[in-house]
Structure formats: structure tokens, C-alpha cells
């Protein structure tokens, strides 16, 4: 074997070693070995669904007139039915508002109720009950309220809003 060839398979076993040593080195320090893929949920503690449904009639709706104007939330109903959503029958408010609406939610439609606040560009107020046993997501419709947003522009305002966050004290239902 020439020199040339023996200082090759050196300076590449040297290079292997080292590398070895380096790995060795941060696993050791790794400081987030313990780390789990995902926290324990505490006892009692509410499971969260974060996640946006596949399609419209997977969402159940109820829609509250909170503003003084008559048939309000039979039109809003009536719109997101035809959007395909399921809706129950509107109600009156007992409570009167003057912004564009609230959302009331449980855990069991976290990433449902996102999904509504884009109808209404993220200006509606989310309301999230921990102790709510049911799916279905109240809305009520305030005075500022002028319609709901076309397809483009709730796919601009889900980017905008984001991805759900799982409520605080909740977790996540996998």
C-alpha cells in the first residue's frame, strides 16, 4: 500500500471518529432526552378537538339575534344552511349588542368555531365554555354585523387567523 493511499484511510478513520464523538457528545447533553411527544392531560381536564372539520355538514349551529332588527338570525340561519352547515332553529337574544357577533363553543368544536369566526373575518368575539357537553356552536348576531364572508375571503381569514389553539386547561383530543 502506497503513502499516499495510508494517509487516505487516516485522515478518514480520524474523520469517522470524530464524528463518532460528536454524536456521543450531544446525546449526552441532549437537555430534552426526557421529553415526551406530548404532555399528560390532567385528571378532569377537558379533551379539545382542534381540528377544522373536512366539510361543512359536520358542524351544527345555532343562531342567536342579538340585535333589534327582526329576522336577523332566520337570515344568517338560512345562509349558512345553504352553505351546507346544520343548522337549528334561530332564536331571539335575551341580550342586545352592538358588535358584529359572538361565538359560543366547547370543547367538542374548538376548531369548528375557528372555522366560523372566519365567516365573520375574525371580528366576531370567540367564547369558549369548558363545560359545554355539546357540539353545537351558538352565534350571536350583533348590530355590526353586515353579512357573511364570501369562500375567498373565509380562506383568507382562516390563513390570517391561523391554526386553532387548544384552549387553556384543555387537551388535545387525538
Given at each position: 500500500m502506497s503513502f499516499t493511499r495510508t494517509r487516505a484511510f487516516l485522515?478518514?478513520?480520524?474523520?469517522?471518529?470524530?464524528?463518532?464523538v460528536v454524536v456521543v457528545v450531544a446525546l449526552v447533553r441532549d437537555t430534552q432526552?426526557?421529553?415526551a411527544?406530548?404532555?399528560?392531560?390532567?385528571?378532569g381536564a377537558p379533551t379539545a378537538n382542534i381540528d377544522i372539520p373536512a366539510g361543512a355538514d359536520e358542524v351544527k349551529l345555532r343562531v342567536f339575534n342579538g340585535t333589534k332588527t327582526e329576522g336577523v338570525a332566520d337570515r344568517v340561519s338560512q345562509e349558512f344552511a345553504d352553505r351546507g352547515f346544520r343548522t337549528q332553529p334561530p332564536a331571539e337574544s335575551k341580550t342586545k349588542f352592538g358588535k358584529v357577533a359572538i361565538i359560543r363553543y366547547g370543547p367538542k368544536s374548538v376548531g369548528a368555531a375557528q372555522w366560523i369566526r372566519a365567516y365573520f373575518l375574525g371580528e366576531a368575539d370567540p367564547q369558549y365554555n369548558a363545560?359545554?357537553?355539546t357540539d353545537v356552536i351558538d352565534i350571536v348576531i350583533g348590530a355590526q354585523y353586515k353579512q357573511l364572508a364570501?369562500?375567498?375571503e373565509v380562506n383568507q381569514s382562516l390563513a390570517q387567523l391561523s391554526e386553532p389553539k387548544l384552549p387553556p386547561g384543555a387537551c388535545a383530543a387525538r
Open positions: 485522515v478518514v478513520a480520524l474523520l469517522a471518529v470524530a464524528a463518532i432526552g426526557d421529553a411527544a406530548g404532555q399528560k392531560c390532567p385528571a363545560k359545554r357537553t364570501t369562500k375567498t
